[in-house]
């Protein structure tokens, strides 16, 4: 591959995932209850991680850094499905209802 697309491919990659990290942060602070916020953080940040993982791997040169990379990734997507289960879980099994928006009358 051209020696000059492999760093701007790499940051644009980072600067994504950036931008999810960021996106989920403001969905985990904004939404109304625990269920939408964990949805919104586990996507946004497993998304976020896996293109940082992507624009770090871009610039490495060892396959051994490679495959660490990729195993940290999949060790944090578990580890984040995993936590996020369990907080759901806890919560529903403590009474607390998902909010849902009330209907408009009908006219």
């Given at each position: 591959?051209?020696?000059?697309v492999l760093?701007?491919?790499?940051?644009?990659?980072m600067?994504?995932g950036?931008?999810?990290?960021?996106?989920?942060?403001?969905?985990?602070?904004?939404?109304?209850?625990?269920?939408?916020?964990?949805?919104?953080?586990?996507k946004a940040?497993?998304?976020?991680?896996?293109?940082v993982?992507?624009?770090?791997?871009?610039?490495?040169?060892?396959?051994?850094?490679?495959?660490?990379?990729?195993?940290?990734w999949?060790?944090?997507?578990?580890?984040?499905?995993?936590?996020?289960?369990?907080?759901?879980?806890?919560?529903?099994?403590?009474?607390?209802?998902?909010?849902?928006?009330?209907s408009?009358?009908?006219?």
């Amino acid at each position: 591959m051209n020696p000059f697309v492999l760093p701007w491919l790499s940051a644009v990659s980072m600067f994504l995932g950036i931008f999810f990290f960021f996106a989920g942060t403001v969905g985990l602070l904004r939404f109304p209850d625990t269920y939408t916020r964990i949805h919104a953080l586990t996507k946004a940040d497993n998304l976020g991680l896996g293109l940082v993982i992507v624009g770090l791997m871009l610039q490495t040169e060892s396959w051994a850094v490679v495959l660490k990379l990729l195993l940290i990734w999949l060790l944090a997507l578990a580890a984040s499905a995993t936590a996020c289960h369990l907080l759901a879980r806890h919560t529903l099994r403590s009474e607390h209802p998902p909010r849902v928006p009330a209907s408009p009358e009908p006219r």
